[in-house]
């Protein structure tokens, strides 16, 4: 067997050659993270033959996310490693030395002892579901900010179209009012027809011919400011708002497109959707990483803190949220959920809140739960079943 050891960074790669008695057959050399780099990495490996070639490279977020789908539609065996173990090995040296040209060595001499996932058409998808899940996550922020700044405005120009609209500014006849007339001084200068015509199209009949009357009066007395700037402000925040919300749609599609091919039984679990779905499974990756419940459940920086001091024992302990943050989020999203879909999660939830413990805490209890099914459905491949 060939052992390609790669050592990913993020503008330049270095990789070496071993064969299985540990000889070198092609030394440490450097390759650009770009096409023309790809092509040297094939030029100078192209002589081995693909199916007795194994590349090995450590899990370093996404710098090597473009490597792997390159050298996966070129048909080799990838083995992606943790660096935890290649740091175990440098240990075993006196030296401890560590450069990207020995470090190429030790994740081929790792990989040559087995400790790798070997990456599959799945895997492929997962990344891709994890690229998706969080860029839609810094979307929804963005979009949020937005919200709180449309609102802001609104504050200043025409307070007293929150109670008109019951508190919901949100609405998409709010916003279609005023994407045509942006200050309460336009609203109370329009013809009422026209405002009833609006109201009425864009509501499903929900707002009448009565309601466009108190909207104008409201305009008319309003406290706001008459500042011009705000009104634009609002237009064109509307604007960026619609745009994103487009963009939400475009992403979710794409996701639940991957999700239907991948089939994954998370989406057996009540209450867990395939935005859910797809955040909990992408964060996880490869289920083997985790030979127990434990490891996953501290994986997702649920499990609790420790707090020893002497002889000192805290009875009471925080969750140490040590882990992924995109992770646990989507978890104690899903227990929420799960609590309200299952009669035996609900049951268990408040036998915990009957034992004294607050809201947040025995939703805690029911995330560890959760894990644990979560890694029996994943490992098993089954469907859940609990009643």
């Known amino acids: 067997m060939i052992y390609i050891g790669i050592d990913i960074a993020k503008f330049t790669h270095f990789a070496s050659v071993v064969n299985s008695d540990g000889e070198v057959l092609i030394k440490p050399f450097s390759f650009e993270n770009s096409r023309k780099g790809f092509d040297l990495l094939l030029s100078k490996i192209k002589d081995f033959d693909k199916s007795n070639c194994l590349v090995g490279l450590e899990s370093t977020g996404h710098y090597g996310d473009n490597l792997i ?25 006196i030296r401890k030395t560590k450069n990207d040209k020995i470090d190429t060595f030790l994740i081929a001499k790792c990989i040559s002892l087995g400790n790798y996932s070997l990456i599959k058409q799945k895997d492929i998808e997962i990344i891709k579901l994890r690229t998706l899940c969080r860029f839609r996550e810094d979307v929804i922020f963005h979009q949020t900010k937005l919200k709180v700044q449309y609102v802001n405005c609104l504050d200043q ?27 309460p001084e336009i609203i109370a200068h329009t013809r009422i027809d026209a405002l009833t015509n ?22 008319k007395h309003s406290i706001g400011v008459n500042n011009p700037a705000i009104s634009i402000q609002i ?43 797809a955040m909990i499974i992408s964060e996880i990756g490869d289920i083997k990483r985790f030979s127990n419940s434990h490891k ?19 009875s009471t302990t925080r969750i140490s949220k040590r882990g992924s943050s995109h992770l646990r989020y989507a978890i104690y999203r899903a ?24 809201h947040t805490n025995a939703l805690g209890h029911v995330a560890g739960k959760l894990t644990r099914i979560i890694l029996k459905l994943l490992t098993e491949n089954t469907v859940f079943s609990l009643s």
């Open 296 to 314: 996953l459940i501290a994986y997702a920086g649920i499990d609790p803190s420790v707090r020893q001091f002497g002889n000192f024992n805290a």
């Open 69 to 93: 789908y390159f050298l996966f539609n070129e048909n080799y065996k990838i083995g992606l490693i943790n660096a935890i173990q290649t740091n175990s090995l440098r240990n075993t040296n």
């Open 157 to 183: 120009i025409f307070l007293e179209l929150y109670h008109f609209f019951k508190g919901n500014l949100h609405l998409k006849t709010c916003y279609e009012l005023l994407r045509k007339y942006s200050s």
């Open 235 to 277: 237009k064109y925040l509307i604007e960026q708002l619609d745009l994103l919300k487009e963009q939400i749609n475009g992403i979710d599609n794409n996701i639940k497109e991957i999700m239907d091919k991948l089939d994954n039984p998370i989406l057996t679990v009540p209450g867990i959707g395939y935005i859910l779905g």
């Open 335 to 358: 227990s929420f959920l799960l609590v309200y879909n299952n009669d035996v999660i609900y049951k268990y939830y408040t036998t915990k809140r009957s034992q004294g413990k607050s």
């Open 198 to 219: 609006i109201l009425h199209r864009n509501s499903r009949g929900h707002y009448s011919y009565n309601d466009a009357i108190i909207l104008k009066d409201l305009a």
